[in-house]
């Protein structure tokens, strides 16, 4: 298999006269492709992992121990891992899509919604050292590499919002973060991540047959096709018979038996279930709204708020409920309040910037927008800068916006095209 992956290489390189080689896997020990080195695959990961995180919900800032007992986790199993140097990060993001995922360099989330299908620790341990492998394999470099060999230029491509569609497109590194945080990886790098994952679980402990048996459940709920995991995991990680019968074989040549950590694993997220009711009403509330019934979406995600007032990103989504009823001076409030809740997230600072410039309060328009683009930049923000610029009669800068903005695609790059048209005639 190494000469079949080495011969495979070599053509690759000749046919697009790249200037590079072959490297060794370091948890495979196999011959692949290597355009990227280590240092940059580390620069890429840290400069990703906070614009990525944010894409995706933000952190869970409401319980910290959280992040703390999953950090805890994943850093026993990144300890015996093939790469045990890598600068491991892990993060609880505030998503009720069940999913987790691995950028390059170790960086590492998993959502709050996939935290609360788990039942102890050992399946903890089973997600987290699945999505280690994926990071110390370099699974999502290689996908890289593969998009670059097809068609350069990945990083300036859009990648729009998962909520809906009431904000702009991402542009630059958070738009590459996501797609290499959220691409569906081959039925060749989910086995082997499972395979080498269940080893690392073996040393750190943990016990094994916990891995089989999420993987059971998880085909299990495909074939249902649950929703929220047709939206999450399944997405990004197919489940399939395949991957449960080779994990079901390996646990039984290495031995099942060690840790599972039900108790602790029920202690550690009591906090986390107790509070389900808050976002099970913020999720109704916000599919209430995306379909249009805004009066009923209010009315839901004010029993959020009531069920759990310290939530940053109730009173974003009341505050946008509020926009479509035209009722401005309510959403600037409740983003404000957002904002002061959690100052880092960029998309309360950019829906805080674009209803002051509704109100015309330019300097607070133009400080939220620009320090929303300092975390994630927006197409909406770059054109929304550009008519702050307009209004203060500094041509250059709108100009400079403006051509950011046209950037992108749709309506807001037409639009952008449009003003800049208008400037440069």
């Given at each position: 298999m190494k000469n079949a992956a080495l011969q495979r290489c070599f053509p690759v390189l000749a046919l697009m006269l790249l200037l590079t080689g072959c490297s060794v896997n370091p948890v495979t020990g196999e011959r692949q492709l290597s355009l990227i080195g280590e240092s940059q695959e580390l620069a890429m990961g840290a400069e990703q992992y906070r614009p990525t995180q944010q894409t995706q919900g933000g952190q869970f800032y409401i319980d910290p121990e959280l992040t703390l007992y999953v950090s805890?986790?994943?850093?026993?199993?990144?300890?015996?891992?093939?790469?045990?140097?890598?600068p491991y990060e892990f993060v609880v993001l505030n998503s009720s899509v069940p999913n987790a995922w691995a950028l390059p360099g170790g960086k590492i989330a998993i959502n709050r919604g996939l935290l609360t299908e788990l039942e102890d620790e050992a399946q903890l341990a089973s997600v987290l050292g699945h999505e280690i492998v994926h990071a110390a394999a370099s699974h999502s470099i290689q996908r890289m590499q593969q998009g670059m060999l097809i068609s350069a230029g990945v990083a300036g491509l859009g990648f729009a919002l998962t909520d809906n569609e009431w904000a702009g497109l991402i542009m630059g590194g958070a738009a590459l973060g996501a797609q290499l945080a959220l691409a569906q990886y081959s039925q060749g790098d989910e086995l082997e991540s499972d395979h080498y994952g269940i080893l690392y679980m073996k040393k750190a402990g943990y016990d094994p047959q916990a891995a089989v048996e999420l993987q059971e459940i998880f085909y299990e709920l495909s074939k249902g096709r649950d929703s929220g995991f047709v939206d999450g995991l399944f997405a990004t990680h197919p489940p399939s018979a395949k991957r449960v019968r080779e994990?079901?074989?390996?646990?039984?040549?290495i031995g099942g038996g060690g840790y599972r950590g039900a108790d602790v694993y029920k202690q550690k997220t009591a906090t986390l279930r107790k509070l389900q009711p808050a976002y099970d009403a913020h999720d109704?509330?916000?599919k209430l709204a995306s379909d249009g019934d805004m009066s009923a979406a209010l009315k839901k995600v004010n029993e959020a708020?009531?069920?759990?007032?310290?939530?940053?990103?109730?009173?974003?989504?009341?505050?946008r409920i509020y926009q479509e009823q035209d009722k401005q001076d309510k959403a600037q409030a409740d983003f404000d309040k957002a904002v002061s809740?959690?100052?880092?997230?960029?998309?309360?600072?950019?829906?805080?910037?674009?209803?002051?410039?509704?109100?015309?309060?330019?300097?607070?328009?133009?400080?939220?927008?620009?320090?929303?683009?300092?975390?994630?930049p927006t197409s909406i923000a770059f054109l929304r800068l550009g008519d702050i610029a307009v209004k203060d009669n500094n041509r250059n800068k709108a100009?400079?916006?403006y051509s950011q903005a046209a950037e992108s695609s749709g309506a807001v790059a037409e639009e952008a095209r449009r003003k800049l048209a208008t400037l440069t005639q």
């Amino acid at each position: 298999m190494k000469n079949a992956a080495l011969q495979r290489c070599f053509p690759v390189l000749a046919l697009m006269l790249l200037l590079t080689g072959c490297s060794v896997n370091p948890v495979t020990g196999e011959r692949q492709l290597s355009l990227i080195g280590e240092s940059q695959e580390l620069a890429m990961g840290a400069e990703q992992y906070r614009p990525t995180q944010q894409t995706q919900g933000g952190q869970f800032y409401i319980d910290p121990e959280l992040t703390l007992y999953v950090s805890e986790v994943g850093q026993k199993l990144a300890r015996v891992s093939d790469r045990p140097n890598l600068p491991y990060e892990f993060v609880v993001l505030n998503s009720s899509v069940p999913n987790a995922w691995a950028l390059p360099g170790g960086k590492i989330a998993i959502n709050r919604g996939l935290l609360t299908e788990l039942e102890d620790e050992a399946q903890l341990a089973s997600v987290l050292g699945h999505e280690i492998v994926h990071a110390a394999a370099s699974h999502s470099i290689q996908r890289m590499q593969q998009g670059m060999l097809i068609s350069a230029g990945v990083a300036g491509l859009g990648f729009a919002l998962t909520d809906n569609e009431w904000a702009g497109l991402i542009m630059g590194g958070a738009a590459l973060g996501a797609q290499l945080a959220l691409a569906q990886y081959s039925q060749g790098d989910e086995l082997e991540s499972d395979h080498y994952g269940i080893l690392y679980m073996k040393k750190a402990g943990y016990d094994p047959q916990a891995a089989v048996e999420l993987q059971e459940i998880f085909y299990e709920l495909s074939k249902g096709r649950d929703s929220g995991f047709v939206d999450g995991l399944f997405a990004t990680h197919p489940p399939s018979a395949k991957r449960v019968r080779e994990n079901t074989e390996q646990v039984k040549k290495i031995g099942g038996g060690g840790y599972r950590g039900a108790d602790v694993y029920k202690q550690k997220t009591a906090t986390l279930r107790k509070l389900q009711p808050a976002y099970d009403a913020h999720d109704q509330a916000m599919k209430l709204a995306s379909d249009g019934d805004m009066s009923a979406a209010l009315k839901k995600v004010n029993e959020a708020i009531s069920l759990l007032p310290r939530e940053a990103m109730f009173y974003s989504l009341r505050g946008r409920i509020y926009q479509e009823q035209d009722k401005q001076d309510k959403a600037q409030a409740d983003f404000d309040k957002a904002v002061s809740m959690y100052p880092e997230m960029f998309v309360y600072r950019l829906h805080s910037g674009l209803t002051a410039l509704q109100l015309n309060n330019l300097d607070k328009a133009r400080e939220n927008l620009t320090r929303a683009n300092e975390v994630v930049p927006t197409s909406i923000a770059f054109l929304r800068l550009g008519d702050i610029a307009v209004k203060d009669n500094n041509r250059n800068k709108a100009i400079a916006y403006y051509s950011q903005a046209a950037e992108s695609s749709g309506a807001v790059a037409e639009e952008a095209r449009r003003k800049l048209a208008t400037l440069t005639q």
